[in-house]
């Protein structure tokens, strides 16, 4: 059954014309094992790499490396015209692009369109993939050809009369996929919903309601029967000491990455990832040499 629901959604996200997880790498595309989770956590570029054609006073385009969402670039309203934004990223060093990830942004609730161009120059540029409007404000990867250029600039198509455009964090950076794909046993992306909440009662037991303190949602993921080969290389190990162990391993912020549980099947349910509140490192699971391994923590949409 759910490959069979894969296969539908795979055919209707031809229709909707944009998602939370948009494909265009050929590599990927051809290969045998598909739907393997994708991790979006290194990215290559620094604070003083980025910069804004247009920002709000108060606010700064520096803001988006920064892994927090509450932190934010915006830029100014837009009058009786659409018109075009953009935030523009010097790439630092010599790492391979191959992907584009966003979160905390407006742009599904004011049909904003997106699109990248990259150049070796800064002064002749190529677009990476087409403009797109997403469906709503959650979490975005793209996932595209591998890029060596230097220089990257999203740029923004904003409606008339729109309150500028929101963007809490860009990551820009090389992708990382896990070894097996997962279904069975796993909790959807997004579907994990945490709540802090306290209850109170009286002296003789009857409920006077609920405070809420927090809510947000949850992450986990799952892997089993990956090769000790895999476990050890440093792909992996890399992401593990980003995200557990807070060491700075790209010119990126720590600890924050972008998570596709099913990427092809299930292309709406990205999440945004922060604090990595639990984690079983590769564990020896079959005689054969096969190895499991889990981490869970707290994400957003």
Not at 218 to 231: D, G, L, R, V
Request: aromatic share 12%; net charge neutral; proline share 5%.
């Amino acid at each position: 059954m759910g490959h069979y629901v894969d296969k539908l959604l795979s055919k209707l996200k031809k229709v909707w014309g944009y998602m939370a997880i948009f494909i265009s790498n050929a590599l990927y595309l051809a290969h045998v094992v598909r739907n393997r989770p994708q991790i979006g956590w290194s990215s290559f570029y620094l604070p003083s790499g980025v910069s804004a054609s247009e920002t709000e006073e108060g606010y700064s385009a520096a803001a988006v490396w920064s892994g927090d969402t509450y932190s934010k670039w915006k830029s100014p309203p837009s009058g009786m015209t659409s018109f075009e934004r953009s935030l523009t990223f010097t790439k630092s060093g010599t790492g391979v692009i191959d992907y584009l990830g966003i979160a905390g942004h407006n742009m599904g609730d004011n049909g904003i369109s997106y699109q990248l161009f990259s150049s070796l120059d800064g002064v002749s540029w190529s677009a990476v993939f087409p403009a797109r409007i997403p469906a709503d404000n959650k979490s975005i990867i793209e996932y595209f050809d591998t890029n060596i250029d230097l220089y990257f600039i999203l740029v923004f198509v904003v409606p008339a009369l729109t309150d500028g455009i929101v963007i809490a964090h860009v990551k820009l950076g090389k992708i990382l996929h896990l070894q097996r794909p997962r279904y069975v046993g796993d909790v959807p992306g997004g579907m994990d919903n945490k709540v802090e909440k306290i209850a109170s009662k009286s002296y003789s037991g009857q409920h006077l309601g609920s405070v809420l303190i927090s809510q947000g949602n949850s992450f986990k993921i799952t892997q089993e029967n990956n090769t000790a080969a895999f476990c050890r290389c440093s792909a992996l190990q890399n992401f593990f000491k980003h995200a557990h162990l807070l060491q700075k391993l790209s010119d990126g912020p720590t600890e924050t990455f972008f998570y596709a549980w099913r990427p092809e099947g299930y292309p709406l349910e990205v999440q945004y990832c922060g604090e990595t509140t639990s984690f079983s490192p590769p564990t020896n699971q079959l005689a054969n040499g096969m190895m499991q391994w889990s981490m869970g923590g707290d994400a957003y949409e």
